[in-house]
């Protein structure tokens, strides 16, 4: 099983004012930020999948698991286990969102089988932080709780002990098959000594590329499925009398915001949101915030030059059940004398700031000429007057 990157879904790649490393940080000892973008070696595989639950925008994968599939196969099979040993390759591939959803549309408790992971390793300090995440947020309106109690793992660990079993006997069958096959002749060995290169080469770091197509596919907002499994989780959840404000600092996948009067509707904010949870409307008059449509993947405050979008200090739970588009906030837009474009008016001539640059480049490149002509003519009129003095 392979981990993939698609560079087109990573906020690095849209903006070299990123200062996202959730993958790094998740995975330390498989990626690393490499000129901008995350990198791995070739060969990396599943032992890097807290990077799949950890980005925002979904932009790593495994070659061989989905995340989506597996939530909807869990829910119609009768297991409450979710294991390494059993159903998914690690538990780490599972975001935060992922795991609330599972939590939520489940009708019985989950568990979580954490003995597979050593005691004090980072991976399980990650999978712990984002089992008490999915919690603190599940217990703001519900009384399921994950659970990762060891006696219940330890029997469903049976179960899956045989199938675990069963498969190290196929593929003990099948690594002998490939060894005969492989070294019956000397082909055989020239085939071991590529395939030997080619492992060599996967442990070196690949690079990603910000080519055309990486930027077609930008330009196009994406929400991730993880997002769009908790909105369906959440219709299955009663909604509660009074809602939470949760801090901000204890939730990792949303966030609500709100805009000061540095903003000077540069408009780059919300053209760039990978999600959309930022617009405006067409005269770029409004920007308007929905908080459900965030990944909190803060591109929109690494590229805010003035500083004007800050994150709420609350999180309010109102918004898991009744999503509201906000407006954070509103400009005076004109149309320009010159171009007629709309832009944000603050003031003066009805002038763009963007004609306003070009008529003062073009004064300046005027009143330059007309010094030129003049230091021109003042040279010749001195030599006219040197040659008449001979
Ligand atoms: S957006 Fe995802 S892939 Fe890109 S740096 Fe952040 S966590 Fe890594
Ligand atoms: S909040 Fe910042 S990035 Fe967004 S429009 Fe205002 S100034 Fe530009
Ligand atoms: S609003 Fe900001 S933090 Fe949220 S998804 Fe858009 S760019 Fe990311």
């Known amino acids: 099983m392979k981990l993939h990157l698609d560079p087109a879904l990573c906020v690095r790649a849209t903006s070299k004012l990123s200062i996202c490393t959730k993958c790094a940080d998740a995975c330390p000892e498989s990626v690393e930020i490499v000129e901008q973008l995350p990198s791995f070696a070739k060969s990396t595989g599943v032992e890097a999948a807290a990077c799949v639950g950890a980005c925002p925008t979904s932009a790593f994968s495994l070659s061989d698991f989905s995340v989506t599939e597996f939530f ?214 409004v920007i308007n915030f929905d908080a459900m449509l965030c990944v909190k993947c803060h591109l929109c405050h690494d590229v805010c030059e003035p500083d004007a979008i800050h994150l709420q200090p609350g999180f309010e739970t109102k918004e898991f059940f009744d999503s509201t588009q906000r407006t954070l906030a509103t400009f005076e837009v004109k149309r320009c004398n010159e171009c007629a474009n709309y832009f944000t008016y603050t003031g003066g001539e009805l002038t763009c700031p963007r004609c306003a640059v070009e008529e003062e480049e073009a004064l300046f490149l005027h009143s330059n000429a007309k010094q030129m002509e003049a230091e021109k003519k003042a040279a010749l009129e001195a030599q006219k007057k040197e040659d008449e003095e001979l």
């Open 72 to 285: 909807f196969t869990f829910l119609e099979s009768k297991v409450r286990l979710i294991s390494s040993k059993l159903n998914v390759p690690c538990i780490s591939v599972l975001s935060v969102e992922h795991l609330i959803s599972l939590a939520t549309a489940s009708h019985e408790a989950i568990t979580i089988d954490l003995t597979p992971y050593e005691t004090g390793s980072h991976l399980l300090e990650v999978i712990e932080l984002r089992i008490e995440e999915a919690n603190y947020v599940l217990s703001s309106f519900s009384d399921k709780v994950i659970e990762t109690n060891l006696e219940k793992a330890l029997v469903k660990e049976t179960l899956s002990d045989v199938s675990a079993e069963k498969a190290e006997e196929e593929s003990k069958e099948g690594s002998r098959r490939d060894f005969f096959t492989k070294n019956a002749s000397l082909e055989g060995v020239a085939k071991h000594k590529y395939a030997f290169d080619q492992a060599v080469e996967a442990d070196e770091l690949h690079n990603f590329d910000i080519d055309q197509n990486v930027i077609d596919k930008i330009k196009n907002k994406h929400l991730p499925d993880k997002r769009k499994i908790l909105f369906t989780a959440l219709k299955r959840v009663e909604t509660p009398e009074n809602f939470e404000v949760l801090a901000e600092s204890d939730i990792s996948f949303v966030s609500q915001k709100y805009i000061d009067d540095n903003c000077t509707n540069c408009q780059i904010c919300y053209r760039i949101c990978p999600t959309g949870a930022l617009s405006s409307n067409g005269k770029f008059s």
